[in-house]
């Protein structure tokens, strides 16, 4: 069965400092793979997505995420964080094969140390 | 421009009472889906639709029912809530998979609901 882990529960950086997010995915075919945001109170909010070409995707708010077939990981990436990008962080995961169905992961909350 | 409207917001109830969360979005979309998301486990999918009169099961559909009959509306109920079943519910929904589209979900802002 598909599933998606992400192995860090929470995540304390610096404001400014570099962030990674892990995630990782099992899956037998081609999958489609998205990170969202959840603010405190709010519904969740899409990063980006990959789907497939380029395996570096760009999202919004300076985010990006690399898809590495070889490790299953689609971590996701900030190179300078802001405070406002304190947050719950989700990978999730769709099958190709049968694209109504979609997991996610069990989150990742960051907290931003001033 | 709503998008996708959860109601109610926010409800108490006692262990074996019943009630139902409605969902409803204004984009078009064929498939929708409830969610409730219980701290540290994340999103876990309950019941999802990929059309009007279509339902189907999730990661854990027990003690949940569901029905499609309007595109744009998509109900769960709970027939005898238990204090496990205290959450938070989201919708969501997104149109048809194909080739040019980016099966993104769409999200409601959550329904938390106790259960006594």
């Known amino acids: 069965a598909q599933s998606v882990t992400q192995p860090d529960i929470h995540i304390t950086v610096s404001e400014g400092a570099s962030l990674e997010l892990r995630c990782n995915y099992s899956y037998g075919a081609t999958p489609y793979l998205f990170w969202y945001v959840q603010s405190p109170g709010q519904g969740l909010q899409l990063l980006l997505k990959y789907f497939s070409g380029d395996t570096l995707v760009q999202g919004i708010k300076g985010f990006e995420a690399e898809f590495k077939r070889s490790q299953s990981s689609f971590n996701l990436r900030k190179p300078s964080v802001h405070w406002s990008d304190a947050a719950e962080y989700f990978c999730?995961?769709?099958?190709?094969?049968?694209?109504?169905?979609?997991?996610f992961g069990s989150g990742t909350r960051l907290s931003i140390r001033p | 421009n709503a998008g996708v409207t959860q109601t109610p917001k926010f409800r108490v109830l006692k262990t074996g009472q019943s009630m139902t969360l409605l969902c409803a979005q204004d984009m078009n979309h064929e498939y929708m889906y409830w969610y409730r998301q219980d701290p540290g486990m994340g999103l876990r999918l309950i019941h999802y639709?990929?059309?009007?009169?279509?339902?189907a099961k999730g990661e854990v559909p027990d003690g949940y029912n569901v029905s499609r009959l309007k595109k744009q509306n998509f109900l769960l109920g709970l027939e005898s809530a238990a204090p496990s079943q205290t959450s938070v519910y989201f919708c969501a929904s997104k149109i048809r998979p194909g080739t040019d589209n980016t099966g993104e979900l769409f999200f409601g802002e959550g329904s938390r609901l106790t259960v006594l």
């Open positions: 999730a995961v769709v099958s190709y094969s049968s694209a109504s169905k979609i997991i």
């Open positions: 639709s990929v059309g009007e009169g279509t339902t």
